[in-house]
């Protein structure tokens, strides 16, 4: 008998390499077919494409986790380049720096406020759905091992066996003593 947590095997880095080159290869010839007047930057359409052929299961997460780890772990370095060319522009930041950070602040408030009410609007969504497909189909996520009460339909149930098993003492009791 295999054993069930046996760890799956990544792929070469190079291979992952090569996936995320390729993707950023499309993601590339994607971003030029955009109008000049909408630009849409090469890695949000690479992100955008990973996360696609993730979840439609076209690669493994395995094929390309190594790697992704790997770039997660120098982020911090990957955005100097950034920061240094906003020192370039340090005359701008001073004139505009407040409209900038104001702008950088409402649009993080924003952003989080339509994510959370997005969130919360599927999560209702899916709960409603769930419950219709389980009146409609009989069928839950619950196996026959998992108890289908509530700690409160429990704590009642075992209140009602106790009170039936107290009569049916005190009834025992009263047919003994009439003998």
Not at 32 to 61: E, N, Q, R
Not at 157 to 174: P, R
């Amino acid at each position: 008998m295999q054993n069930k947590t046996e760890k799956t095997k990544n792929a070469p880095i190079l291979v992952q390499v090569g996936i995320f080159a390729g993707i950023l290869f499309v993601s590339s010839l994607i971003s030029a077919l955009f109008p000049p007047s909408f630009p849409v930057p090469t890695p949000v359409i690479g992100l955008l494409l990973l996360y696609l052929l993730l979840t439609f299961k076209v690669i493994k997460v395995e094929w390309v986790d190594s790697f992704g780890g790997f770039l997660i772990s120098i982020i911090s370095f990957i955005f100097v380049p950034s920061g240094i060319s906003m020192l370039q522009s340090i005359d701008i930041m001073k004139s505009q720096g407040f409209k900038i950070l104001l702008v950088i602040f409402l649009s993080t408030i924003i952003m989080l406020v339509t994510i959370y009410y997005s969130a919360d609007l599927l999560i209702k969504w899916r709960v409603k759905n769930k419950m219709t497909d389980d009146a409609i189909t009989g069928a839950s996520d619950q196996g026959p091992w998992e108890n289908p009460w509530t700690e409160e339909e429990v704590a009642q149930h075992a209140k009602e066996d106790a009170e039936a098993k107290l009569a049916e003492e005190q009834k025992t009791n009263e047919s003994e003593d009439e003998e």
